[in-house]
């Protein structure tokens, strides 16, 4: 009997499956570079945690909240599929090209349109915030306590917190956004989230087990070598601050 050829593998066949904490790790550093290499997704941060910060200040309702991040999504996608088309392009075309040009222009449209309507609807809900109207009354109105809740001023504290990690570790030079780096952003989310705990319960046994697993978290950082004892110390006293932050800013006044 005749043995059958062996089949060529394909290339694919030898290639290791990713991970789904993979596959998050790459988009997240394909966040940090375009955050890195792009001034304009740098100026939309800022503007991002400035929104942020106002809005939840000013006390804004959970759908006008809703509308606002998913503005703030748009803007932030536009900019993204913007820069990876760029690249494409780069790689593709030598020299001057007036399609490749076109091409780029119209991506910068779409950010453009974005931005604008991002920009159209935050006015919108501003003009018809009652706690933004009161600031500009004689004598000023402070602002009421937000109608967030818990689980929104979080992921608030969040959305600022990883903007504020991407800032510091351009600072610092580094080149990636998960890993190493002047501060430890997973050390700063698990004690972020730790202290969010402690606020929300009001319960001494739930905020020392959210306490436990941040410094589990924290401990992982040193026993894996990614960061040194300081980065450590540096990400759990940003989230603590941040934390103190979000919670005790709404209720201050």
Known sequence: MSREPDRPES???????????ESFGHAFEGLFYVFNTQPNMRIHSVIIALVLLAAWGFGVNRVEMLHLLVCMSLVLIAEILNTSLELVINLQVEG??????????????????????????GVAIFIGNENFRGLFQIPPEMPARPQLGPLQIVLVGMLLLGVIVAWIKRAAGSRAFLTGGIVSGHTALGFLIAASIAFVSQSAPLAALGLAMALLLAQSRLQ???????????GALLGILLALLVFAWPVAS
């Open 11 to 21: 290339p694919a066949a030898g290639r290791r499956r990713r991970s789904l904490g």
């Open 96 to 121: 001057f090209e007036r399609q490749a040009k076109m091409a780029k222009d119209v991506a910068a449209a779409a950010v453009l349109v974005a931005s604008v309507y991002a920009l159209l609807a």
């Open 224 to 234: 894996s070598e990614i960061h040194n004892l300081s980065e450590v110390a540096f």
